[in-house]
């Protein structure tokens, strides 16, 4: 009885070690647990099966057991690396090259990008144009990213506020219940040059909203830009029973513009700090700082240190600091924070109690941490009086699904000789709608409007059976060249792509080809038909 106690006691100082220890104490923990483990069974045989010893022995390590199970069956933490940038770009067309902004040459690739972007130019002509067309900053990107296979995913403008989200083509049938939305707050709220713009959306069921603000300038107005931002996140609501409000939502990000300065310090010494690099000297003067400590809402957000630079103001084409009569003081106008929603005890109202309990519930289950991995500035670019700030994040979480809501391929040869077959079927019940539709696309597309055709799905019963359903493009709508496309189906119901074919080839159409008539044959003719000697 003694050696088995004994043997116990060893046992559970092995397990110890296995959790504190470093990785050359670990197996060699897990070593000596396997050599008692052993000494355990030869005492096991020798035990009376009739005794208390015997129960207490059968229950301890079917708790242990259960440990191990518990801990084996637990979901697997996902990383996914999230690159965000705020940059108030004055009105200035975009530069030639943005590849360290988005860290195009890092050999760590994100799963996300987040651009946000303040005093876009919006005069009344480029204006509507861009209602019609991307603007040229959302343009620039989407020919930067597309390429490397990342999809707009989303994307909102109020005149000069624009955000821009991508997705690796991999996340996008698990990125869902998509929303955008607007609040101004310039000129006694009607007017758009202030204000703020979000994207919200359900990112493998975790839910996520980005808040891209500009806010109210001149450092007496800091009062005032805290009761912007609070306006902004009271009023800006979602058609999301999970999360109606920005605050509901897992996770929040707020940036941009958010014109808070460093007050009392004069300018020599916040010039001095500037040029010494002693940037945590200015820290406590700064507004936004200050203002976390009395106020709540901004309690709850974190930020990382500044220790980089100040990113206003900026003579143009310049790193220098204004020159002009005005000699604004440098600030940290540009910033990028976040909220983790904290956990809460479940509140005693009827109809708040649940939804609490629901949250904590699927907190322990779902867990979501965020780790900031950079938080700089980029002082190459200076086009603008602002340079533009970046944060790196790496969000680790459990998935809350793992596969997609609808899988479908392409059936048979595809090209514009005969109409082609889609075949499709749910893999979870979803809101389906008379409403949805299948696309086919380049590999390499943009967005979900980047579509070559589509075609309507076949009924709203697609959600509610198992069956292999089927719908046929017109030939007349396949490109006569061909190439590697993908069919994706669209969800008007929860607004995203919920679903992504593999990859498959649409070959040349042989009719084409034997009348002359793939498009640059066509062109051909058209340039010899116009020539003089025609």
């Known amino acids: 009885m003694d050696e088995i106690s004994r043997l116990l006691g060893a046992a559970g100082r092995a397990r110890s070690d296995t959790l504190s220890s470093d990785a050359t104490q670990s197996t060699a923990s897990r070593l000596a647990l396997r050599h008692r483990l052993s000494q355990l069974m030869t005492c096991v045989d020798d035990l009376d099966p009739r005794t208390e010893l015997h129960d207490k022995m059968v229950k301890t390590l079917d708790s242990a057991f259960r440990s191990c199970a518990r801990r084996a069956n637990r979901p697997k933490k996902d990383h996914f690396r999230l690159h965000m940038v ?79 989200f991508f997705s690796k083509l991999e996340h996008v049938p698990f990125i869902r219940d998509i929303q955008a939305t607007y609040t101004r707050t310039g000129i006694f709220g009607y007017w758009g040059n202030k204000g703020g713009v979000s994207v919200r959306l359900s990112f493998y069921g975790h839910t996520l909203c980005f808040l891209n603000c500009h806010l109210a300038a001149h450092m007496k107005y800091a009062n005032e830009r805290v009761d912007e931002f609070e306006r902004i996140v009271d009023t800006q609501t979602f058609d999301c029973k999970k999360a109606p409000r920005i605050m509901d939502h897992r996770l929040v990000f707020w940036f941009g513009d958010l014109n808070f300065r460093i007050q009392d310090h004069g300018m020599h010494f916040v010039r001095s700090c500037i040029n010494n690099q002693t940037y945590n000297l200015l820290w406590s003067h700064d507004q936004l700082i200050m203002l976390k400590e009395k106020e709540q809402l901004l309690q709850e957000f974190e930020e990382g240190p500044l220790d980089f630079q100040p990113t206003y103001k900026f003579d143009l084409n310049s790193d220098t600091y204004d020159s002009s009569g ?88 595809w090209s514009a000789d005969i109409d082609s077959m889609v075949l499709y079927r749910p893999l979870q019940p979803f809101p389906s709608s008379t409403w949805d539709w299948i696309g086919l696309y380049k590999v390499g597309f943009s967005s979900v409007s980047d579509y070559i055709t589509y075609t309507w799905v076949k009924d709203d019963e697609v959600a509610f059976n198992e069956e292999v359903m089927q719908v046929f493009m017109s030939k007349e709508e396949i490109p006569v060249r061909g190439g590697e496309c993908v069919l994706c189906y669209y969800s008007n119901s929860l607004r995203c792509i919920i679903g992504i074919s593999e990859p498959f080839k649409v070959q040349e159409s042989k009719v084409a080809v034997a009348e002359g008539l793939l498009p640059e044959r066509i062109n051909g003719l058209d340039k010899i038909a116009r020539s003089d000697d025609f």
């Open 86 to 164: 705020t940059w108030n770009v004055a009105t200035a067309d975009p530069p030639e090259d943005v590849a360290s902004l988005l860290h195009l040459n890092s050999p760590k690739t994100p799963d996300l990008y987040v651009i946000g972007l303040q005093e876009v130019y919006s005069g009344p002509v480029r204006f509507v144009s861009d209602m019609v067309l991307d603007d040229p900053w959302s343009q620039l990107f989407i020919s930067i990213l597309a390429p490397r296979h990342y999809v707009k995913v989303s994307s909102m403008r109020m005149q000069g506020l624009l955000l821009l």
């Open 326 to 413: 005005k000699k604004r003081k440098p600030a940290w106008t540009d910033r990028i924070l976040w909220r983790v929603r904290p956990k809460s005890p479940p509140n005693d109202e009827p109809d708040l109690k649940d939804v609490k309990r629901k949250q904590l519930k699927e907190e322990e289950e779902y867990p979501l941490k965020v780790r900031q991995e950079l938080y700089t500035s980029s002082m190459e670019y200076s086009i603008s009086d602002h340079k533009p700030v970046i944060g790196i994040f790496t969000l680790e979480l459990t998935k809350m699904y793992q596969t997609p809501l609808v899988s479908l391929h392409a059936e048979g040869d």
